[in-house]
C-alpha cells in the first residue's frame, strides 16, 4: 500500500494534474474541492500527507490547516500549502499556521513531487522504507515477504496489504470500516464480514508454530497488532 496524499484544490484542471502525477510516482491519492469537503473526508480516513490550496471556497487553506493542527487526530499529518501569493509575509504567516512546507503557483509538478517526497521521509519513514518492522515481524515490501522471527511468513496478496497497513502504525487500533477503506479501497461490494475473514487468515499465517498471538482484537473496536 502507498502513502495516501489528498489534494485539497478547487482549481479542476490543476487537482488532476496533481493527482495523474502523484500516481503515476506511486502514491495514492484522492481530491476535495474544498475546505469543508477536505475536512470531512480527513475524519474518514487520514492521509499521509495533504496538498492543500491557500485560496478555497468557503473554508480558506490557512483555516483548514488551523483546524487540522489544533485536532489531536489530525495535528500530526504533514501539510504543503499551495499559494498564488508569493508575498514574504504570507508564507511566513502560512508556515506559523503549521504548514510544514509552502510552494507559491506557478511551481513546476517535479518540485512539488519532490517536497512531497521529502516531507513524507521526514514525517513517517516507515513510509517510504521498503522494510517494517514490529517486534519479530519484518515485511519486505520490494521483495514482497514477510518473516516472524527466522520463519517465512506466506501471505496472499490481501493479507499482505493488510498487515502492511497495521505495521505503518503498529500502535493503532482499526476498526472494520477503516480496514476496509484502506485494503479494498474502492472496491464495492465488500462486506464487513470480509474484513474479519481476511484478518483470521493473517492472524492464522502469522502465529502458525507460535504461542503468541500476533494481531489483538478490540471488542467492539476492531484490530490491532499485538505489542
Ligand atoms: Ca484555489
Not at 159 to 174: A, I, S, T
Not at 209 to 225: E, N, P, S
Request: hydrophobic share 45%.
Amino acid at each position: 500500500m502507498n502513502p495516501y496524499v489528498l489534494i485539497v484544490e478547487d482549481e479542476a484542471d490543476l487537482a488532476t494534474l496533481l493527482e495523474y502525477n502523484l500516481r503515476q510516482s506511486g502514491l495514492e491519492t484522492a481530491i476535495a474541492r474544498g475546505g469543508e469537503e477536505a475536512l470531512l473526508m480527513i475524519a474518514e480516513r487520514a492521509p499521509d500527507i495533504i496538498i492543500l490550496d491557500w485560496m478555497l471556497p468557503e473554508i480558506s487553506g490557512i483555516e483548514v490547516c488551523r483546524r487540522l493542527r489544533a485536532t489531536k487526530a489530525t495535528k500530526a499529518i504533514p501539510v504543503i500549502m499551495l499559494t498564488a501569493r508569493g508575498d514574504e509575509r504570507d508564507r511566513v504567516r502560512g508556515l506559523e499556521t503549521g504548514a510544514d512546507d509552502y510552494i507559491t503557483k506557478p511551481f513546476s509538478v517535479k518540485e512539488l513531487l519532490a517536497r512531497v517526497q521529502a516531507v513524507l521521509r521526514r514525517s513517517n519513514p516507515a513510509l517510504t522504507s521498503d522494510q517494517l518492522t514490529h517486534c519479530d515481524i519484518v515485511l519486505d515490501r520490494k521483495a514482497h515477504k514477510v518473516v516472524r522471527g527466522t520463519t517465512p511468513v506466506h501471505l496472499g496478496p490481501t493479507e499482505f496489504r493488510l498487515l502492511e497497513h497495521f505495521m505503518r502504525q503498529p500502535g493503532r487500533v482499526f476498526s472494520r470500516s477503516q480496514l476496509l477503506d484502506a485494503v479494498w479501497g474502492n472496491e464495492v461490494d465488500v462486506e464487513m464480514r470480509t474484513v474479519d475473514v481476511h484478518v483470521g487468515r493473517l492472524r492464522k499465517a502469522l502465529n502458525a508454530g507460535f504461542d503468541t498471538d500476533a494481531i489483538r482484537t478490540i471488542r467492539a473496536a476492531g484490530y490491532a497488532l499485538a505489542d
